[in-house]
């Protein structure tokens, strides 16, 4: 098989390592808008070659878009336009609901596979690509009644030769979920990094006390503003709901502080480990990535 | 060196476990309210007996207290009353400016050392007890001037024999660093798994895509109330300061999104990427635990 890896960072040159372990395809063509990014990829030996998007996706059989989701928007019309019907496109984004509106009167949108594999790590670029990535992860696929079998089945059988297991969701129910638990995290941890930064201004030693607890909530903080920017512009609803909630449910947390009623603390905090099912739930079953 | 540990869950345990394995103490007596941790304890060989506290303190050198500091402020004015001079009190607390001033008239104040090891994991009780929990992190020794210097030297000397590096900072600069490098990455974690949780109940399947990046952002949610509730009440002034700081943060992020400027995001979200310069600064010092 012949694939074209659209986006050479973290997620599509972790593709390419594993489509190559695996013996899954032949021929890697990378496309990525950054110089730099191609350069690197191609010395890395995560692609065989860097080509335009029309090349690359004119000689391949399987398209997979790992770029920003709303290049992702932009590109996915374009390739649906040219290709051939055993031709078949997928992505990775992390929302799809707007995605899929792009192409869903598209004659061919049937070649087009929404899928989200969840797993990543915080950081970014083709150096941060990994083998096994998505090994014992979880594939959302959205909507697959849209989706035309052979198609369908050839995206499920790679992301299963990854070690993927494969879900279901129609495309709302992924996006509501994604929200409260990946996108809101990441706000979470975005502006709890702000937050300390800030207070560092006036109290320059803060951070001398960081420790494992702080880099556990904080980790999120490094990713990519690029990749994360078009995603809250996509989920928008969502996250925006999602936010709300959280902010309301620390102002109760806030109030419990300031009236000192501690008794509320520890039955809010009691409630909140009941995440621990969630928790050991996820490890039992491997878990996602993302 | 005889050592009476007093609270026998993750953190007296593990020291136990430590001060045993590196020969630093001959004789370890627990200590401990609830009969279930100190049976765990016996059984799992932490310590060599279980006393009452007047019992333990009075046949032992160092008494290390590792209870919630609401039973450290109860405990402390205690034992200082009844120790003789060659020894030693410390305790393992996350705050110490209460603590401190429990104790700052009594005559034996130099004989207690104020200490934090930056060290823990979010699981508690005896059981959670590990070896090594310390080593290549840092403790904390608060107003050091205000400490008899043979005691001094003997708490520091445990804490470096178990791989420790020692800080010294004055109490209320402590209790502000560890409000916001630790106490409010606890809150946001209580809370973002409370937040979901809630959701759950209309959204049976939220936790579906639950990946890694949740499960960093949340594993805090998963401590112990008996414990922060006490810890939320001695730093409640620092804790509301660094909450609110972090609910209007939040705010401001909501706001970027309702108005869908995600300019403000992607700049928000970059100033938020400085902290890698924190946790790259972590890992090459090794970094604390908790």
């Known amino acids: 098989m012949r694939v074209a890896i659209v986006g050479l960072g973290l997620i599509g040159g972790s593709l390419a390592k ?9 021929e890697i063509h990378g496309v ?11 010395e890395l030996g995560l692609v ?3 080509a335009t998007l029309e090349d690359a996706s004119s000689n391949c059989d399987l398209i997979i878009l790992c770029t920003p989701v709303n290049a992702v928007v932009t590109l996915l019309p374009q390739i649906l336009d040219n290709i051939s019907e055993d031709q078949t496109v997928t992505d990775v984004g992390s ?9 869903k009167d598209h004659p061919n949108r049937g070649q087009y596979i929404p899928a989200h594999p969840m797993s990543g790590t915080e950081f970014s670029g083709p150096e941060a690509a990994q083998l096994d990535l998505f090994k014992n992860k979880v594939t959302v696929i959205c909507d697959p009644d849209d989706c035309w079998k052979a198609h369908l089945d050839r995206v499920c059988d790679i992301f299963k030769a990854l070690g993927m297991k494969i879900t279901h969701m129609n495309a709302s129910e992924h996006d509501l979920n994604a929200a409260y638990v990946s996108h809101l995290s990441h706000i979470s941890s975005f502006v709890l990094a702000s937050t300390v930064l800030d207070k560092e201004k006036k109290v320059t030693e803060i951070f001398n006390l960081a420790g494992a607890g702080f880099e556990s909530t904080v980790r999120l903080a490094k990713s990519s503003p690029d990749m994360w920017a078009p995603i809250f512009e ?8 999602a936010l709300a909630s959280y902010i309301d449910h620390l102002k109760i947390f806030h109030l419990a ?11 809010l905090m009691s409630q909140s480990n009941e995440i621990k099912r969630v928790l050991e739930n996820m490890d039992k079953n491997g878990g996602s990535n993302e």
Chains 1, 2 share one sequence.
Do not use: F, M, P
């Open 48 to 50: 065989d070659n860097v």
């Open 18 to 26: 594993d489509l190559r372990a695996k013996g899954i395809c032949q």
């Open 234 to 241: 996509h989920n928008n609803q969502y996250i925006v709901e």
């Open 257 to 267: 502080l300031t009236t000192k009623n501690y008794d509320l603390t520890k039955a």
């Open 32 to 42: 990525d808008s950054s110089q730099e990014n191609s350069d690197k990829a191609l």
């Open 95 to 103: 929302t799809k609901l707007e995605i899929i509106e792009s192409v």
